[in-house]
């Protein structure tokens, strides 16, 4: 198969309205109807259309249990103007947000519909994840360590394997932080943060501290998708799906490796041979992906091809990773940042597109043409990506 | 075939949830016995009042009052009530259209018994003795005999002093759960102090606990084999952070620990040692408790650290 072989066959995908809610712990103000109609709202102004020009609504949130709300989408419909047109909800763990976006994008490159919304949120205020995720199963032990006590050991055993200073970790949260002071968006805003606060936060779950830990937010992204035609209508300059694509593994299986899950690799490779990217170190300008624990920028950094096994944390180390360095990783301040859980992958596409589109405001990547937007999710089962360009694909 | 497991779960929280204006305005208006409803577009009043337009999609904001008294358009007999509902004698589940309202709100119907149930009856808000900006505080409905109010239902500002701006929605689910056939097997052989796993008949792998199939094959795994009881820390974190419902001193490891014999690392607590001297590699051996349905803990062998080339698939 030649790498653009089915891509002639297929409608180009243009990201022509991107809108979100100021990310913040708990959104009092609101109902889960009005959180995401905000998102909504925002995306349908950025691409100047109305709720009668969408023809499909496609949404995502993490696990039902997280609001306690069962199928969330049938009392949203109206809310996001579906009444009368598909809807459909999308459901992969914290990669959702990916997706959710994803899935809205093949309807659209199927030419089953011309102009969709999709859109992701969660509203972690009115319950508690951690609970949602540790329900009492009778006869099973129950977990003996909290939220990051699931990740620690996968960073203890990254660092084992490619002798990855104790620093580093510190360094991609005193990034994220401060790249999330130039992002509006952004949950948390920590003015004054510097790299020794990080390192003298509390060790939770060692190697794990406390300011490597993503907050718990309210929020909502939504994006809205549509073919050529609606592109070339576009106020704004539009982003260019080249590539996207989604893999799943077990969440435990003989062989698994968490460090570096195989689905992950096969994720990145499919879009890139969507995209025709060979290295994609060198023809990729920026990457948003989802770092919940500031180590997961390294491991994901190799995971995804952009250094071999071991060179992930020299890229951060050197300063690569950087908002103004050559491979720049979470402009938007990052899950580290903000975690809405439902909406964080879509989140991190939806840097990708600003990115491309030119629109990233404070934390604008100077000439980005090519960026990544990266989810995963359930204990690394699931993943999406996207590949986005400032140019329509060539093929 | 030994009987599969069985015990009950239940899963309760107390959600909260965040109103809105136009909730946050019925919710409160029911505590002073006043039904909003909210205009549609196209000049409809819905009670109870919506967001947003399910035609339109615009945004609902102009309320308006209705009255207390309406019409049964449809309803349910439900002889037995379950915990959590309105009344606990037998009702009717009943839409009833209040006075001024063109839609139906969902409610239960004080009746003696179906044949008092007819569509078309009319009905009557009973207010609930204590009121505090919930669906509750309509207690249900009862029958009236007065005819429909004319009037076209007034405007209403929404506000109220002390408004209720959340509520808390108390969830619960009974389930049954079983482990099933693979689990039940290796829970039984928990009780002797051994850990029996299954070895899939395609990869050979041995799973602990089992699961009934290899995720990886798709195929049942039936093959018991009995790992352990020593094995070897693949990796772990040191836990500074108290745990809900977990009273184990700080700090404390928490390790994955691959025994002897299994293809999957299994989770446990390491002590007998310093937390600080835990290492990779660490070889260590389950420490039982009275009682306990798992090992307590792991302490040291005093073996030799295992090899990293041993164990690194295992990571
Ligand atoms: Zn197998």
């Known amino acids: 198969m030649s790498s653009t072989g089915h891509a002639t066959h297929k409608e180009p995908v243009a990201v022509v309205g991107i809108g979100q809610t100021k990310h913040v712990a708990a959104r009092k103000d609101v109902s889960i109807a009005g959180l995401v109609r905000e998102a909504a709202q925002r995306a349908l102004e950025d691409a100047q259309l109305t709720w009668a020009d969408i023809d499909a609504v496609v949404i995502g949130k993490a696990p039902d249990f997280f609001e306690g709300v069962m199928m969330p989408e049938l009392y949203l419909a109206d809310a996001l103007g579906a009444v009368g047109k598909p809807m459909l909800r999308v459901h992969t763990a914290g990669s959702v947000g990916g997706s959710t976006a994803l899935v809205a994008s093949n309807l659209v490159a199927s030419r089953v519909h011309k102009t969709v919304l999709t859109l992701a949120f969660e509203k972690q205020s009115e319950s508690n994840a951690m609970w949602g995720l540790s329900l009492p199963i009778p006869f099973t032990q129950p977990l003996l360590a909290g939220a990051g006590g699931f990740f620690a050991p996968h960073v203890r055993a990254y660092m084992r394997r490619t002798g990855a200073p104790d620093h580093v970790g510190s360094l991609v949260a005193y990034k994220d932080r401060r790249n999330a002071l130039k992002n509006p968006y952004a949950h948390l805003h920590e003015h004054g943060i510097t790299l020794e606060k990080v390192q003298s936060s509390p060790m939770l779950w060692d190697p794990v501290r406390y300011s490597e830990t993503c907050p718990s937010s309210d929020g909502a992204c939504a994006m809205i998708l549509t073919d050529r035609a609606g592109a070339a209508r576009s106020p704004q300059p539009p982003a260019w799906m080249h590539g996207g694509a989604m893999r799943s593994e077990p969440t435990m299986f003989a062989g698994k490796d968490f460090v570096s899950p195989q689905a992950g690799k096969d994720c990145a490779a499919d879009v890139y041979r969507q995209a025709g990217i060979g290295d994609p170190r060198r023809e990729i300008d920026a990457v948003e992906m989802y770092v919940p624990f500031s180590w997961y920028e390294p491991m994901w950094l190799e995971n995804l091809g952009f250094a071999d096994e071991g060179g992930g944390w020299k890229l951060t180390e050197s300063g690569v990773t950087e908002l103004d360095g050559d491979l720049p990783v979470n402009m938007s301040g990052g899950v580290l940042s903000t975690n809405p859980i439902g909406a964080s992958g879509m989140i991190r596409f939806a840097e990708a597109a600003l990115q491309v589109r030119g629109q990233a405001g404070e934390h604008q990547v100077d000439g980005a043409r090519k960026v990544l937007g990266h989810a995963y999710g359930g204990g690394s089962q699931f993943f999406s990506m996207w590949l986005v360009g400032a140019q329509p694909p060539t093929s | ?315």
């Open chain 2, 1 to 315: 075939m030994p009987e599969v497991l069985k015990a009950p779960l239940v899963v309760e929280f107390p959600f909260t949830r965040s109103l809105g204006p136009v909730q946050s305005a019925f919710l409160t208006g029911l505590r002073e016995r006043t039904v909003l409803g909210v205009k549609t577009t196209d000049g409809k009043v819905m009670v109870p009042p919506v967001e947003y337009d399910p035609v339109t999609a615009d945004e609902l904001r102009d309320l308006v009052e209705v009255e207390p008294t309406g019409t049964v358009t449809t309803w349910a007999w439900n002889p037995e009530p379950r915990r959590g509902q309105p009344l606990d004698a037998p009702f009717a589940w009943v839409l009833v259209k209040l006075d001024g309202a063109d839609t139906g709100l969902l409610h239960a119907l004080d009746a003696p018994g179906p044949d008092a149930v007819t569509t078309g009856m009319r009905v009557r808000v009973r207010w609930a003795a204590e009121r505090t900006g919930a669906i509750t505080d309509i207690a249900c409905f009862e029958p009236y005999e007065g005819a429909a109010a004319e009037a076209e239902p007034a405007a209403h500002d929404g506000q109220f002093d002390d408004a209720v701006s959340g509520i808390v929605a108390e969830a619960r689910l009974d389930y049954v759960y079983s482990p099933g056939r693979a689990q039940t097997a290796y829970i039984n052989a928990l009780a002797d102090r051994r850990t029996v796993g299954e070895r899939c008949p395609s990869c050979r792998k041995v799973y602990v606990p089992p699961r009934g199939a290899c995720p990886t094959c798709g195929v049942a795994t039936t093959d018991r084999v009995e790992v352990g009881p020593a094995g070897t820390v693949t990796t772990f974190c040191i836990v500074n952070v108290k745990a809900k419902n977990l009273d184990i001193e700080l700090p404390y490891v928490y390790a994955h620990i691959a025994l002897d014999g299994a293809d999957l690392a299994l989770h446990g607590r390491i002590a007998g040692i310093p937390y600080d001297q835990v290492r990779m590699g660490l070889r260590v051996e389950p420490v039982w408790t009275e009682g306990g349905r798992y090992p307590d803990h792991y302490r040291p062998t005093g073996e030799p650290d295992a090899d990293y080339d041993t164990y690194k698939e295992l990571v």
